[in-house]
């Protein structure tokens, strides 16, 4: 997919010095910069390389004057780093903008779905879904039966929904993620072994929810596994059933969260953490990577360590703990000078 400086200038209301019909088709950094790729200069730490860069357009601020002689054409814009991203997403667009049923694929009885689906080989669409309008979903994907699946949202390769979810609008799922699986439910019996509990909830992801890929959500035993709208979920991340997850919080990768645990919204929760079952996480909550959480967090704490601690009350114990060698000795010594005493 090859661009001009002169349609990448139109895109970015930006204006071009050089060659208007310079093409591009590949991105890179200014340092990096090869033959048909496209770069930009937002940092002065990076102002020496736009003299050597060998890429064939650079996008610079409108008050970039250079002094010495360029090779590269330049497209003058207001916000070079604002402008990048933004061309970053259209370009991110261009290349999901599928449309079509691939085959082969199977759309089962009753399903339904809107304009501008694209539906890759090997997928499978169970009875009575419901698909809204743009939605892609990338080749080797499973629907299950009643699910519903809103506007805009793209499913990529390998995911699997299972039945009786709800899926929003704007949402994106990535490969090899599972929506909707058994929640770990099993009542211990007298000789030792255990008897399933049936999992009959299910899972509703609202709008603007973005899962990372190899990431589980399970469904509720009964009700529902709630994942709120703008919610981000990176990478590896097990959500079990009954969990609530709050507006706009995020969790970083290799997180786990028990059963009926409700977590509140704006949260910011690191890698590594587990949370315990049937326990409440306020609004705002900052959650340390590698903390272990046990109890319910009022809102607004920060927390690190496992068991988990006020964020300053663990980093001053982390200091005793640092310093307890020496802590044992000059006990040891106040003891011997007791003792000769």
Do not use: W
Not at 73 to 94: M, P, R
Not at 313 to 320: A, I, L, P, R, T
């Amino acid at each position: 997919m090859k661009f001009t400086a002169e349609q990448i200038a139109g895109i970015l209301e930006g204006d071009v010095v050089g060659d208007p019909q310079a093409e591009v088709y590949k991105l890179s950094k200014i340092e990096e910069g090869t033959d048909g790729s496209l770069t930009f200069l937002a940092n002065p730490k990076y102002l020496p390389y736009i003299y050597s860069t060998q890429a064939t357009i650079t996008i610079v601020n409108r008050s970039f004057e250079p002094e010495n002689g360029l090779t590269t054409t330049l497209i003058k814009v207001d916000d070079a780093y604002q402008s990048f991203s933004k061309l970053l997403e259209y370009y991110n667009q261009v290349k999901l903008m599928k449309s079509g049923i691939e085959q082969p694929s199977v759309i089962s009885e009753g399903a339904t779905y809107g304009d501008g689906l694209y539906l890759g080989s090997f997928c499978y669409i169970g009875k009575n879904v419901k698909i809204g309008e743009n939605v892609k979903i990338y080749p080797n994907t499973f629907v299950g039966d009643n699910v519903v699946i809103g506007d805009n949202t793209i499913l990529f390769a390998g995911v699997r929904v299972y039945s009786e979810t709800e899926i929003g609008n704007n949402c994106t799922i990535h490969s090899g993620s599972i929506i909707g699986s058994d929640g770990f439910g099993f009542a211990p019996n007298e000789d030792g072994s255990y008897t399933k509990i049936p999992q009959i909830g299910n899972v509703i992801i609202e709008d603007n929810v973005d899962i990372g890929s190899c990431t589980t959500v399970d469904r509720a035993t009964m009700g529902s596994t709630i994942i709120k709208k703008g919610v981000k979920l990176d990478n590896q991340i097990q959500i079990a059933h009954n969990v609530t997850i709050g507006e706009n919080t995020v969790i970083a990768s290799q997180t786990g969260v028990a059963g009926s645990t409700k977590i509140g919204k704006n949260c910011v929760i690191g890698g590594q953490v587990g949370i315990v079952g049937h326990i409440t996480i306020g609004n705002n909550v900052r959650i340390q990577a590698q903390s272990g959480v046990g109890k319910s967090i009022p809102d607004g704490e920060i927390i690190q360590g496992s068991p988990a601690l006020a964020y300053n009350d663990f980093n001053k114990s982390y200091v005793h703990f640092r310093n307890f060698p020496k802590i044992v000795s000059d006990i040891e010594d106040i003891k011997q000078k007791i003792n000769k005493q």
